[in-house]
């Protein structure tokens, strides 16, 4: 990818929260970039287990961890994400514009309207084996946190940064269950708060798969094609 091409929005991580995230912002045509430590989607579940079944995601009586994020990036290859790999997020900044300049170990910037910080319990860092997890430079992030995540509001999960927003395992809120159903819950309330940021003035409305031929058709243009 071009790692200096700006984006809508920025999500720090790419697991399976930050992946459904990606489909979620897309049904608004907000375009996505990824950044992930890993040299492939997935975070936890790709590297912890990937084999493990998983039994608690709707719709699925099992389902391994491989198999889970294969099939969510199907589900967003509509959307065309940016995916960046082999790199960490080392920091952002507001600009007088209020975008942000999101900054990584390998030297790239993003510009982003938005960011989403979906890093999970920590930062996966290559190393002889399998990589270890580590907290990496987001407990130094100028954000209100507990011990190991960032506290949000429980309607929009956004940060103590507006504009910043946190789900999956790196938010925390009154209730928080870490369980990735109730991140997809989280990414799906926090799309809606974003959609509000992207198109201020209710110039966009909520969107359903099932009732709009426009999103309709462009996933399953987009299926038939892969095909």
Same mark, same amino acid.
Do not use: N
């Given at each position: 990818?071009?790692? @200096? =091409?700006?984006?809508? +929005? #920025?999500?720090? $991580?790419? /697991?399976?929260?930050?992946?459904?995230?990606?489909?979620?912002?897309?049904?608004y045509?907000?375009?996505?970039?990824?950044?992930?430590?890993?040299?492939?989607?997935?975070?936890?579940?790709?590297?912890?287990?990937?084999?493990?079944?998983?039994?608690?995601?709707?719709?699925?009586?099992?389902?391994?961890?491989?198999?889970?994020?294969?099939?969510?990036?199907?589900q967003?290859?509509?959307?065309?994400?940016?995916?960046?790999?082999?790199?960490?997020?080392?920091?952002?900044?507001?600009?007088?514009?209020?975008?942000?300049?999101?900054?990584?170990t390998?030297?790239?910037?993003? @510009? =982003?309207?938005?960011? +989403? #910080?979906?890093? $999970?319990? /920590?930062?996966?860092?290559?190393?002889?084996?399998?990589?270890?997890?580590?907290?990496?430079?987001?407990?130094?992030?100028?954000?209100?946190?507990?011990?190991?995540?960032?506290i949000?509001?429980?309607?929009?999960?956004?940060?103590s940064?507006?504009?910043?927003?946190?789900?999956?395992?790196?938010?925390?809120?009154?209730?928080?269950?870490?369980?990735?159903?109730?991140?997809?819950?989280?990414?799906?309330?926090?799309?809606?708060?974003?959609?509000?940021?992207s198109?201020?003035?209710?110039?966009?409305?909520?969107?359903?798969?099932?009732?709009?031929?426009?999103?309709?058709?462009?996933?399953?243009?987009?299926v038939?094609?892969?095909?």
């Open positions: 990818m071009d790692a @200096g =091409a700006d984006t809508d +929005v #920025i999500l720090v $991580g790419a /697991g399976p929260v930050a992946l459904f995230a990606v489909f979620q912002l897309g049904l045509g907000l375009k996505c970039t990824l950044v992930d430590s890993l040299h492939r989607a997935g975070g936890q579940c790709a590297v912890l287990y990937p084999d493990k079944p998983i039994y608690d995601v709707p719709g699925f009586p099992r389902i391994d961890g491989l198999d889970l994020t294969a099939r969510l990036l199907e967003i290859a509509p959307f065309a994400p940016r995916l960046h790999f082999g790199t960490t997020v080392t920091g952002f900044a507001q600009q007088p514009d209020g975008r942000f300049r999101v900054t990584m390998d030297g790239a910037a993003i @510009g =982003a309207s938005v960011v +989403v #910080i979906a890093s $999970g319990l /920590g930062t996966f860092v290559p190393g002889e084996g399998e990589p270890s997890l580590e907290a990496g430079p987001a407990p130094g992030w100028p954000l209100e946190r507990t011990k190991d995540a960032f949000v509001d429980a309607e929009r999960f956004e940060t940064q507006p504009g910043v927003f946190a789900i999956g395992d790196a938010c925390h809120y009154p209730g928080k269950l870490r369980l990735i159903l109730s991140g997809f819950h989280e990414a799906a309330l926090m799309t809606q708060a974003v959609r509000r940021i198109f201020p003035g209710g110039r966009t409305a909520l969107a359903y798969t099932t009732s709009s031929s426009r999103l309709r058709k462009k996933i399953e243009g987009a038939s094609s892969q095909e």
